[in-house]
């Protein structure tokens, strides 16, 4: 029987600074990033969990708005 899984990738979600550690950011650069809705993230109770794919990608291509992702 064939199975109907579809594959999803589960995003990298990391804290602001293992973010900064893995990227060799400064983590009030990526605090800033957050402060500013930059970058696609969650909060977890008072942790902020950044979705590391996602900025590099908004790393790579120089920015946009993740408004849309964070709910508002």
Do not use: C, W
């Amino acid at each position: 029987m064939k199975s109907d899984f579809i594959e999803h990738a589960i995003p990298r979600m990391r804290t602001i600074r293992q973010t900064a550690s893995m990227l060799d950011l400064p983590e009030h650069y990526v605090r800033s990033l957050v402060r500013e809705n930059e970058i696609v993230f969650v909060k977890a109770g008072n942790k902020v969990l950044i979705n590391v794919d996602k900025l590099i990608e908004y790393l790579n291509i120089g920015g946009f708005s993740a408004s849309d992702s964070n709910g508002g």
